[in-house]
């Protein structure tokens, strides 16, 4: 079995992943780190590929010594619920090339 294992990070900054996520509040286009999610959940649904589980790390902002904080769970409301149409559809098109578009 496989397991996906992504890294998802937060800084004060709005920086790391989750702060670029935000930037599809107030434009849409596709973003690497909701494109791997994405995928990956695509062919988590399918039966035919191996991903058995999804388990992201989830890290803070690192000080200067190197030692990661916690995550800041509370900047995860902050993310945009709009859909991002330019991810989706890339995510699609990758699906597509699996074979898995009419599974996911």
Known sequence: SIVFV?????????G????Q???????DYCDNVLLE??????VWRSERLPLRAILPVLVGQKDNRGIYSAFPF????????TPSDKTNTRAAEILRRFGLEEEA
């Open 74 to 81: 509370g900047e995860v409301s902050r993310l945009p619920d």
């Open 37 to 42: 999610f994405t995928v990956a959940l695509g």
């Open 16 to 19: 790391g992943a989750l702060g």
């Open 21 to 27: 996520m935000m930037r599809l509040a107030k434009e």
């Open 6 to 14: 992504p890294l998802l990070s937060f800084t004060a900054e709005g």
